[in-house]
């Protein structure tokens, strides 16, 4: 069974950092594309970014580009999302995803596991 846990989220002033973690248990982490999403209250869940198993090939979505970096650490089964310059409208909820059935894949139902997700809430 894939287990996927974030944690790093928090409260943080507009213009702050953060850095998302998500550890992967249960699987071949080494082999497995991975993502970070993001579902603000009342909206869809929205993709952020995405990284293939060897971190050459990454994609973001175009409103966090040249603000978030996505990363992993495979030999810690750890998957990273740097966020900075926050913004307001960056409060989400932040999901780490495993496993998708394709490539690139920037849609919540092309994922097989999923995390409980970790709060972001950036105040004006």
């Known amino acids: 069974q894939v287990q996927l846990v974030e944690s790093g989220g928090g409260l943080v002033q507009a213009g702050g950092s953060l850095r998302l973690s998500c550890v992967v248990s249960?699987?071949?982490?080494?082999?497995?594309?991975m993502a970070w999403f993001r579902q603000a209250p009342g909206k869809e869940r929205d993709f952020v970014s995405a990284?293939?198993?060897?971190?050459?090939?990454?994609y973001y979505a175009d409103s966090v580009k040249g603000r978030f970096t996505i990363f992993r650490d495979n030999a810690k089964n750890t998957v990273y999302l740097q966020i900075n310059s926050l913004k307001f409208e960056d409060t989400a909820v932040y999901y780490c995803?495993?496993?998708?059935?394709?490539?690139?894949?920037?849609?919540?139902?092309?994922?097989?596991?999923w995390g409980q997700g970790t709060q972001v809430t950036v105040s004006s």
């Open positions: 995803a495993a496993h998708p059935w394709t490539w690139p894949a920037r849609r919540p139902n092309e994922y097989s596991y």
């Open positions: 990284i293939n198993a060897n971190s050459m090939s990454i």
């Open positions: 249960g699987g071949t982490f080494s082999n497995e594309a």
